[in-house]
């Protein structure tokens, strides 16, 4: 199991995959992943079962968290409780986001 990790390495992981999400850890009270939205890009994810913290490491967009809605950059931090709709949305500048699921995220 890999205890340390690289946000660089992790980016190029995802960007060899060819997808928006990469997921780097999953143990059974916490799963982490990268997740890379480009700019003007729709954010397709729906609310999940899991509660989720989300760590903007870079670019700027807005987030809707239930009824709230805030712009968000680097260093932001937001907090999702399970089943709650939420989605980043006018996405100015390529965003990415480490993201935590608690217990990990269920398929």
């Given at each position: 199991m890999n205890h340390f990790f690289e946000?660089?390495?992790?980016?190029?992981?995802?960007?060899?995959?060819g997808k928006p999400y990469l997921?780097?850890?999953?143990?059974?009270?916490l799963s982490a992943g990268v997740y890379v939205l480009?700019?003007?890009?729709?954010?397709?994810?729906r609310p999940h079962k899991e509660d989720e913290m989300?760590?903007?490491?870079?670019?700027?967009a807005r987030m809707k968290v239930g009824s709230e809605d805030r712009e968000?950059?680097?260093?932001?931090?937001?907090?999702v409780e399970a089943d709650l709709e939420h989605r980043f949305h006018n996405i100015?500048?390529?965003l990415t986001v480490l993201v935590?699921?608690?217990?990990g995220?269920?398929?």
């Open positions: 946000i660089s390495d992790l980016g190029k992981k995802r960007a060899q995959s997921e780097f850890l999953r143990v059974p009270a480009r700019a003007g890009a729709t954010d397709q994810q989300y760590y903007v490491v870079s670019g700027r968000v950059s680097a260093g932001s931090v937001i907090f100015e500048q390529d935590f699921f608690a217990p995220e269920s398929s």
